[in-house]
């Protein structure tokens, strides 16, 4: 059985089709990305794997159920926005995370804040952009799920935070756990990718191991994404 | 070591490579037991299934051995570890004509220039 399985599923708001018939199997053990220019559907396949949204029609298996209360045990989600309480301190946040999750390791994440020198008694609303993109990477890479789903993690920090976040990545998700990393910064992080989606105009154009690829085309994906997308 | 990759080529195999290295130049040493693989992922900064494609590259070439329940291991073999090196080694020295062809410099000028050298990289400023 996949992990995740999606069934010719489409998405239409007002009768524009979002998401056009996606066939897509990810396998455990796997790092796969996601890949796709802005508006290309990236986000609205992600939140219906979360439940956020509801299908259109086809269908959504994880781990052979669909998305529900047991769904969000499976997976540990990263949304592209923060959805923490700004006047909360980090120290309110672990608790909630533990009440939450019965999955969530708190040790896990007090070392990792630990490792940032962050004092847990810090609002969120006191904490930089970078730091609390670092901080909310951190609550979801300490659950131990099966299935990690992050959208943009990447987005708007400088190089060092990038590597923090690459790094915490690879030395955090499960073995056996999978992770999709949906981005369009596609250079900085396709060094961690097993797999490739490229996902353009809510339609999988390809789905290939990242070294098969590279082989095949003698270029870097983030190369052979421009040349498949060229604007 | 520093692991710096090249996007466009395969990472695995640019992987085999600098662990290859490692092991003919001595730095990893005959029978050391290598660290897990998820451990030589993160001091790699890659995907652990990456590096266990590698080492699966490095056991199959005989440079790497698995010792049951224990790990893996760095060959103890000399001859084939001399006999990888002297491949790496020809490898360059082909590169290393062509670059001089490239410029006008025959292989018999090149060797030349190596003996006037004698071994001694700095000398090249002296020549």
Redesign the interface.
Known sequence: MELLECKNLCKEFDHKEILKNINLKIPKGKIIGLLGKNGAGKTTLIKLINDLLTPTSGEILINGKNPGILSKEIISYLPERTYLDKDMNIKQVLVYFEEFYSNFNSNKAEKLLKDLNLDINTKISKMSKGMQEKLQLILVMSREAQLYILDEPLGGVDPATRDYILDTILSNFNEGASVVISTHLIADIERILDEVIFVDNGEIRLMSSADELRTKEKASIDEIFRRYFKC | MDYI?D???????QLVEMLRIEIVSGKMKQGERLPSV?EL??IA??????MQ?ALVELEEEGLVYTERTNGKFVTTNSELINNIKKELAQEKIKKFLNDMENIGITCDEAIVYLQKLGGDINGITRM
């Open positions: 990759f996007n466009e080529r395969p990472i695995y195999i998820r992922a993160l900064r890659v995907n652990p299934n990456t494609k």
